[in-house]
């Protein structure tokens, strides 16, 4: 089981890495004992969502600069795992989104740590039947997609009953597929925890979950809190001092 320590300028944050996303530790790993961290900033902070650093781009950043595009030349593959939910204090790789990157791979350096929110009853409720509907839609989209070619043949030809035929058929194979896949959007070990914990449910399923805070907390309450410029950097930079792999 690997540790480190982030330490920043409003603290230390101690974080454990999960041995079942055997890449992504063992990258932060390196990257950390190399020093590649030493002197990056949070560069990007969203009060009560999450705080991102990791962009050698920031080292010595002056104000004003857009930041969030820098990394070290190469991505990671997902190691997306169900079991593994952005709570409060999950530790996440940052990347680019589904329309450049559809396997969902990671980037090389950039991480987020979440804070998210806590849910009550009512909220999660209605947070699970929003993330149902946008889990089927993306699936019915993905089949719709396979099937182009048949439907713009179709229109083309003014077969309104052959495109409800298919319409038809493709629902019933996104329902199959959700039926597969367990149907419900959150369980109910993550609504316990998003009721309880806090974070960010919507994230799950689509970026890697790589570790959690053991130590910390408090600073990172601290740096999601802080005032921030158009395109979230802190008014005040916060900055990574170093990442010490901990024995």
């Given at each position: 089981?690997?540790?480190?320590?982030?330490?920043?300028?409003e603290?230390?944050?101690?974080?454990?890495l999960?041995?079942?996303?055997?890449?992504?530790?063992?990258?932060?790993?390196?990257l950390?004992?190399?020093?590649?961290?030493?002197?990056?900033?949070?560069?990007?902070?969203i009060?009560?969502f999450?705080?991102?650093?990791?962009?050698?781009?920031?080292?010595?950043a002056?104000a004003?600069?857009?930041?969030?595009?820098?990394g070290p030349?190469?991505?990671?593959?997902?190691?997306?795992?169900p079991?593994?939910?952005h709570?409060?204090?999950?530790?996440?790789?940052?990347?680019?989104?589904?329309?450049?990157?559809?396997?969902?791979?990671?980037?090389?350096?950039?991480f987020?740590?979440?804070?998210?929110?806590?849910?009550?009853d009512?909220?999660?409720?209605?947070?699970?039947r929003?993330?149902?509907?946008?889990?089927?839609?993306?699936i019915?989209?993905?089949?719709?997609?396979?099937?182009?070619?048949?439907?713009?043949?179709?229109?083309?030809?003014?077969?309104?009953?052959?495109?409800?035929?298919?319409?038809?058929?493709?629902?019933?194979?996104t329902?199959?597929?959700?039926?597969?896949?367990?149907?419900?959007?959150?369980?109910e070990?993550?609504?316990q925890?998003?009721?309880?914990?806090?974070?960010?449910?919507?994230?799950?399923?689509?970026?890697?979950?790589?570790?959690?805070?053991?130590?910390?907390?408090d600073v990172?309450?601290k740096?999601?809190?802080t005032?921030?410029?158009?395109?979230d950097?802190?008014?005040?930079?916060?900055?990574?001092?170093s990442?010490?792999?901990?024995?």
């Open positions: 089981m690997a540790k480190v320590t982030i330490k920043t300028t603290g230390d944050i101690t974080v454990r999960y041995d079942e996303t055997p890449r992504h530790r063992d990258n932060f790993l390196k950390a004992q190399e020093g590649y961290y030493n002197g990056t900033l949070f560069h990007r902070v009060k009560n999450m705080i991102q650093g990791g962009d050698p781009n920031s080292k010595g002056p004003g600069v857009q930041l969030g595009t820098g030349g190469y991505t990671i593959p997902a190691e997306i795992q079991r593994f939910i709570k409060r204090g999950a530790l996440a790789a940052a990347r680019q989104g589904d329309e450049v990157n559809p396997e969902r791979a990671s980037s090389g350096s950039q987020y740590i979440v804070w998210g929110q806590v849910y009550n009512g909220q999660i409720g209605q947070l699970a929003q993330l149902q509907m946008q889990a089927e839609q993306s019915f989209n993905r089949l719709a997609g396979e099937h182009r070619k048949e439907i713009m043949d179709l229109r083309r030809n003014r077969d309104q009953a052959g495109l409800m035929e298919l319409q038809n058929d493709l629902i019933a194979q329902q199959a597929i959700m039926a597969e896949q367990g149907g419900a959007a959150l369980t070990a993550q609504k925890t998003y009721t309880t914990i806090g974070g960010t449910p919507h994230l799950d399923g689509q970026y890697t979950v790589f570790g959690e805070v053991e130590e910390g907390l990172v309450e740096i999601q809190g005032e921030t410029m158009p395109g950097r802190p008014k005040q930079d916060i900055q990574i001092l990442v010490e792999v901990m024995a």
